[in-house]
């Protein structure tokens, strides 16, 4: 067999996985890898921050469900890795990180760019590797892509010494069935388990208050067509988590939207009052739940996870299955379907009571013609994009607003950094998703707080082309943490007011991207159609919005749904509602 | 209309007790497991009371036996946390499993006069042990069996002066009898 540069093995098993781009940024110790990348039939794209090819990757990942591929190089390039892999692992989006490392015979010896790197991305990591001898980098590199993809899916990290990439040897790439029998401890359990989905059922028939609660799990397995189908034979209302938005239309009439911290009225009220909670791929996470004391007290549990570790982590359930969500789902269809349905006659009344609190507490907030509300902002990037774009968020308000305001209708449709809450992941993001779904409209929704953690990247959007739109709700505050400071800090505002700010439109322009701005609620509509006419460049556009709006509901941390704090006209109080236009 | 909940309610979870529980895990013999194992108890805030690892009769699978503390639901996540290792090939609580427990223990006693000699002496036979190493005013004690066993002999050597102490861990293995039996159990 004919023998290949180790850097060269590395592109193979690239080409072998079907990856069509890459995001990173050389250095020293992976330079033999990008020699190699050079003339690869594959999209490698330069960032300016390691940080950014890693949320690009994940975006890339979020957006089309393949495996997100980033580059680094040792040492400080790796170390930049990290909250990026935190941030995948945390909502379990499959990506491959491949960092050099310095030669093997240079480890240890505190070698310049090095770092122990296998063992600071050890606990951010599905897994990881340190490649030790050529002979196994093809196999190891195939373990990765498989890990990364399978089971509850996750990033994985393959650290590869740079004399490793500059050996010769023969490269074999291991067939599936080698790549699962090297891998004898791992196992995950796809099709649950009968007896327990027969239980399932029986719960399902006898319940008279259910509600599904739905996570991230459906939008990675893709089973939003099976939980419709679910949904609208048992007339189960579905209330979906932040990472769940998109695995039910949320114009769907059984639609609750989001529930927990900032959730709807009607979704933590019909959650509180169920008597049947039919959690799918989600994980009862604190912001969900509140007190978990209190959290759905009289409810029965059924818990649909690939994790085991999942299951009765926070809460103890009742009925535990074990296995991919599409398949769990079909299987409990196939037995809900064997005896008739009279038994959903019985939900008329909580369906009406459901009714009763949307109409009474709808998710509304306070218009104004003076000053742009940040909600008004989402409404009508809504309305511009027609609901069909890919939104992807930062972290904070704006998120919030953005999981609120916005529509959402199909699987991967809102990518935000919602289990570890990484700032300045929406912007990126935005960047890899557009270059996995070049076909979709992508927009991120940014707070300035947010965006200008990875401000730098417009550069790669800009040198790329990458037709993409940042909306900047711009408070000048650290506005999540400001909102907290006036609630329950006594309008402390410590370390939060981010006044002095680039001018965002002549930033945009110095890259050679458009910036816009809208400053009064009638210019909002005008600078968006603006925005989507441009398609050869990045759009960035400044929403100087209302300083000190705040995100309601709310259910303060560690408290209880019925603790729920809501806006006058979300509670009913005002009698007339203010439009606008 | 549904009634709806107006009053406070409490999520009834079930009722653990705490105690110790040892878990044997079987690991692919890899680089660097030894430290996801010891970095997974230490990131989730869980207490080891002891571990010992070793090659098992195949090189390439090392044999961990891990004591730790925790109520039924802790032990749960451990477990379950322990298999999601990739390298993880079998995790098992024999707590309740009739098995054989071990722990190895070297004890350097201040000796003092010859009555203590003699007394020292006397408790090393009657726990079965042995003076491995003599100085003129120390003796060094093995000796082997459950960690109750070992907490008593140390106990009991206490008053003399402890100078220093080495243990190795509990080893566990689980009875054949039990095995066949759960075989058994497991067919039916």
Known sequence: MEKKRGADIVVDCLLAEGVDTVFGLPGGAIMEVYDALFNAPLKNILTRQEIAASHMADGYARATGKVGVVLATSGPGATNLVTGLATAFMDSIPMVAITGQVPTSYIGTDAFQEADVTGITRPVTKHNFLVTDIKDLPMIMRQAFYIARTGRPGPVLVDIPKDITQQYSECYIPTDEEVKASLPGYNPHYEGNIVQIKKAAELIRQAKRPVLYVGGGVNLAGANKELLELAELTRIPVTTTNMGKGAFPETHPLALHMLGMHGTYYANMAVYNSDLLISVGSRFDDRVTGKIQEFAPEAKIIHIDIDPASISKNIVVDVPIVGDVKIVLKKLLKELQKKPVEWVKARESWLKQIEKWKEEHPLIYEKSDKVIKPQYVIEEIYNVTKGDAIISAGVGQHQMWAAMFYKYSYPRQFLNSGGLGTMGFGFPAAIGAKMGRPDKEVIAIEGDGSFIMNIQDIATAVQYRVPIKVAIINNEFLGMVRQWQQFFYDNRYSSVCLSVQPDFVKLAESFGAVGLRATKPSEVKEVLQKAMSINDRPVIMDFVVDREENVLPMVPAGKSYKEMILTPRQKGEADTMYLVG | ?188
């Open chain 2, 1 to 188: 209309m549904v009634e709806e909940i107006k009053t406070v309610k409490i999520r009834k979870q079930p009722e653990t007790k705490i105690r110790k529980h040892t878990i044997v895990v079987r690991v692919q013999h890899n680089f660097g497991v030894l430290a996801r194992i010891t970095g997974l108890f230490a990131g989730r805030g869980y207490n080891i009371e002891s571990l010992t690892v070793g090659k098992t009769q195949d090189p390439d699978i090392a044999r961990i036996t891990i004591v730790v503390e925790g109520d039924e639901r802790v032990i749960e996540q451990i477990i379950k946390q322990l298999r999601k290792l990739i390298e993880t090939l079998k995790v098992r609580d024999i707590t309740d499993i009739p098995h054989i427990e071990r722990e190895l223990v070297l004890i350097k006693v201040h000796t003092g006069d010859e009555k203590a000699r003699d007394e020292i002496m006397r408790l090393t036979n009657i726990f079965r042990g042995k003076i491995v190493d003599v100085s003129t005013d120390t003796y060094t004690i093995e000796v082997t069996g459950d960690s109750d066993k070992l907490e008593a002999f140390i106990e009991l050597l206490r008053p003399f002066g402890l100078k220093d102490i080495a243990r190795t861990g509990t080893l566990a293995l689980i009875r054949e009898s039990a095995k066949s039996k759960l075989q058994k159990h497991q067919v039916e």
